[in-house]
């Protein structure tokens, strides 16, 4: 099937709620609320046999009675009704659903015949099916949004360029809202459940042709057309990187993923070559998959291996040095080599007593425009891959401005730079800041140097395919 | 020397502030400002020759004019006015220094020599001098803030159980602005700067002693008498534990220290060795040194490495489960093997269609009362030496209620239990109420998971100690 079939889950023109419903306990109140408050602003009709008007909208028995097309059927009821609505969606001609409902094949026995059931009917059709067992799209950029929970709940994100695609809505929520806190931009989220019909396959090539996602983060249990998939992942990686994580990577892991969705989690060994040859970047841990993702949004991609670190606090500095240069606990980068020439330049717009070699300590006398000074120099410095800086908020001379500073520099060069900072609310509101001009910002060193290791292995990838080196 | 002659650092009846500023852009005003906000309730005496009145309190010239007992005297004037002072303190029977001031041993030359002549006068009279090139010292419980910084911009923690020692002033400041973010609490804090007299040694002496102190963190880029360092360390981690980070733990870190403070960061190799001979707790990123020591100063220990894994969302409990189970990447504990009593008391509770075996996925039809009653029945479990309890908070029947059914299981085993929950604003607030309750709580699940196995080597070397094992 072409990836252009899966638009209309993101940008239907009109919609139907099948399981509509006026019980704000309910997923079919929720969901209708988030289409409404997202701004959807195609035609929606509520499904409801017992119901004339939901939030304001006129209500319908059914699918058949609404007499106008409908691009995209989002169902919220039992499961074992959503058969015969998934055929009467056929019948009108309904291109697209999104089956919420749970109780198909996660559950074992008559869920696997249900959801067979559903998958050939679909197929009978051409109807394309997210799902079953999902919370669906949110897409700010299409104001769009099925997810059946709150806003106020789980948080969405603002607008961005980053796509989120998840075969678990828990983990999906649990992510989105992270991502609202750290100030992080969505192009799009997915969670695609069960994946009767649309797996990460489908998604990732429709992603790769999204022109608004520059990188796409996933959160996987299980690969299902493993041969497919590493196909379809390195054709897409080449154009955008793709960050995963992969759960279920140990035995216990595996067993576990199998008792929540019923899948199989895939050797350890197997799933990591496959990554490898996908050229998927992995992550592991939760912080991992945004703070990746963030970086290579970007776009930017760090040409060597050799890593200046600008500070204004000493103890930060040695702490990112041993994070960069540690092959065991940490990434095993370079820290680049100054040459001459930048450290004369240096010794002019650093304090005194400070001591021009990376990494370059501004002290506890730096201020904004020594940042930019300092950045300006070591950035003409071709020993240089990339720049993590660290922006502690606490010397006195220091404050919000360094924003605007630092931005100022990253503006005109090309190379990567990620900030980081520890501390509490003050330093989370320049954390954020920084994260709001489009420049990666992280509340500890470390996870700083690790997203930068992720731009040398980015660059070294891109290199590889190019031949430049093998 | 006796560490009781470390506590008028702490609590000191009356202190003289020499530098006192009425500007506030100087370090003396600052430090002024900070006692005054602190709520010191001993005498102040601001001494300043061309003030009368500083904050509205009486300055005086000089220390012999004030004709009064004082305890502490804290320092801030240029480098070269210090031995002075401090003769001046001695004669006048003045018992302890904080020196804050830099322009000593960290900047070579001249400073050294500065350092070594305050060294000398101090040992003449018998004065413990703590610092140069520091920030001193941060007592919530006694009221006593010597920290320049605004506490607008450097945020303080509320009292607690963990005592924390830095070398550097700068991290010191941005970790306990770090606490105050995560509502980890402090019992008191101590920047020993260049350690002209007191040392880490005596401070970690002091500290065994200190009743309110559960726990002791340290950041350290030096350890300069290693010898007595382990031995002394030995005594205090069988009271209570040592968690600390050893910046400069690379070549490259190394070299930066040296340039850092002049200080020699010592061979990795060796400091390995001394901290487990010491049996320190070794923190390496950032994050992991409050989240190890908020998990040992609940005083709980795991009696062995069976843990089990508790949690609303089937994805995060895979990737606990994972992070918990694999050698590599994590933390390599076990996943604990519920007995078939367990799992049959456990069918009772959970969701019809969920598993009772561990990770115990309560999915998303969980709520807070399901939680306690999982809870009391995995406690019972033999095989069980701690919990791991995820707390999604997007559900719909998850609430704030979560915080009292945990803490009320809590309260009623002496097994550790560590929360964690991934998510934007709503997951902080039950994280911070979690750790109101005392109850350690991650906003990542893999840092819960690496908190468990501190508590798992702290019982195991608590063991060994006792002979049980060897």
Not at 89 to 104: M, N, Q, R
Request: net charge neutral.
């Amino acid at each position: 099937m072409n990836y252009k079939s899966l638009e209309l889950f993101f940008k239907p023109k009109s919609v139907a709620v099948i399981g509509a419903s006026r019980n704000p306990e309910k997923i079919g109140y929720q969901l209708l609320k988030s289409l409404i408050e997202v701004g959807y602003n195609g035609e929606i009709y509520p499904v409801n046999p017992k119901a004339d008007e939901i939030l304001g909208l006129k209500a319908y028995p059914n699918m058949s009675s609404i007499k106008k097309p409908i691009d995209l059927a989002i169902i919220a009821i039992p499961a074992g009704g959503v058969p015969e609505v998934i055929r009467e969606a056929g019948e009108i001609g309904v291109k697209c659903a999104i089956i919420i409902s749970g109780g198909f094949k996660e559950v074992g026995g008559e869920g696997v015949k249900l959801e067979e059931e559903v998958k050939s009917i679909a197929k009978t059709y051409g109807i394309r099916i997210m799902g079953p067992n999902c919370i669906g799209v949110y897409d700010p950029h299409n104001n769009m949004d099925t997810l059946f929970l709150p806003r106020d709940r789980a948080l969405r994100p603002k607008k961005g360029d980053i796509a989120f695609i998840s075969q678990s809505g828990a983990m999906g929520v649990a992510f989105l809202d992270w991502m609202t806190m750290e100030n992080i931009g969505l192009s799009c989220f997915v969670s695609y459940g069960n994946k009767a019909d649309v797996d990460e396959i489908d998604l990732l090539e429709y992603l790769m042709h999204d022109e608004k996602s520059k990188v796409i983060a996933m959160y996987v249990e299980e690969i299902t057309n493993g041969r497919r998939f590493i196909e379809v992942a390195r054709k897409v990686s080449i154009i955008k990187p793709i960050v995963a994580i992969k759960a279920g990577r140990t035995m216990e892991g595996a067993k576990a993923v199998s008792s929540h969705t019923g899948a199989l989690a895939g050797r350890e060994d197997i799933v990591e070559a496959a990554f490898k040859k996908a050229g998927i970047i992995r992550a592991y841990d939760t912080h991992e998959l945004f703070d990746y993702a963030r970086a290579l949004a970007t776009g930017r991609i760090a040409q060597g291996d050799r890593i200046a670190i600008v500070t204004d606090g000493g103890g930060a500095g040695v702490m990112a040095t041993d994070k960069l240069t540690d092959e065991k606990r940490g990434v095993g980068l370079k820290l680049a080599e100054l040459k001459e020439e930048t450290k004369n330049e240096l010794k002019r717009c650093i304090p005194q007593f400070a001591i021009p070699h990376n990494p370059i300590d501004l002290t506890g006398n730096a201020n904004p425009e020594m940042y930019k000074n300092v950045l300006e120099i070591v950035l003409k410095d071709e020993n240089v891959d990339g720049i993590v800086v660290i922006t502690l908020i606490h010397p006195p001379m220091m404050n919000e401005k360094i924003v605007d500073e630092v931005e100022e520099v990253y503006r005109k060069t090309s190379k990567p730079i990620l900030v980081a900072a520890t501390g509490g609310a003050p330093t989370q509101r320049v954390l954020r800041a920084f994260q709001e001009r489009g420049i990666p910002s992280y509340p500890e060193v470390e996870r700083a140097v690790k997203a930068m290791r992720c731009l040398v292995d980015r660059g070294r990838y891109l290199k590889k395919l190019r031949g430049d080196i093998h």
